[in-house]
Nanobody, 129 residues
């Protein structure tokens, strides 16, 4: 029902910036009914929450460790959600995944991967020191 394709990953030096994009292909429900999330997974570590954004209000939620550096946004007309990464450090190196859910959980639940129904294949972000 929903296909998500991430793009924009790559190799960047510490302190640099990168913009990730996620394009959604939908069949049943409009894009603005989905909460969209970004997660990341580094080698040997569990998948962790990065940011999420509501469908209608576009309210954003962030993990504490990225709150002042990353910005999530969406364009409901284009069915896309972006994640702007800034002040990158080697600790930000990971595969970044886009996810979508229509389940109406509270904002505090945005950080739980199991509450998202659809996932992209991921895009690699590598930050060199």
């Amino acid at each position: 029902q929903v296909q998500l394709v991430e793009s924009g990953g790559g190799l960047v030096q510490a302190g640099g910036s990168l913009k990730l994009s996620c394009a959604a292909s939908l069949r049943a429900f409009p894009f603005n009914t989905y909460r969209m999330g970004w997660f990341r997974q580094a080698p040997g570590k569990e998948r962790e929450f990065v940011a999420a954004i509501d469908g209608g209000s576009s309210a954003g939620y962030y993990a504490d460790h990225v709150k002042s550096r990353f910005t999530i946004s969406r364009d409901n007309a284009k069915n896309t959600v972006d994640l702007q990464l800034a002040s990158l450090t080697p600790e930000d190196t990971a595969v970044y995944y886009c996810a979508a859910t229509r389940q109406a959980y509270g904002a505090a639940s945005s950080k739980y991967p199991h509450l998202y129904d659809y996932w992209g294949q991921g895009t690699q972000v590598t930050v060199s020191s």
